[in-house]
């Protein structure tokens, strides 16, 4: 359970990023030259029902090391 760091509240966590007019979404790199190599995960959102704020987060830290 994620707490919103503005006002406390529980946010609605496992939420997704996707750019507008398209199917895909955003997947995070450890290598910014190579297309396919160094993927890091797809991160999630969550976001607060009382005040708006959004948090992006990663689920699986393991591949950052």
């Not at 529980?10 to 910014?32: F, R, T, W």
């Amino acid at each position: 359970m994620r707490k919103c760091i503005r006002c406390g509240c529980e946010m609605k966590e496992n939420c997704a990023v996707k750019i507008e007019g398209a199917g895909y979404g955003i997947v995070l790199s450890s290598d910014e030259n190579k297309l396919f190599g160094g993927r890091i995960g797809k991160p999630k959102v969550a976001i607060c029902p009382e005040c708006g704020e959004v948090s992006i987060y990663l689920e699986d830290l393991d591949r950052l090391n």
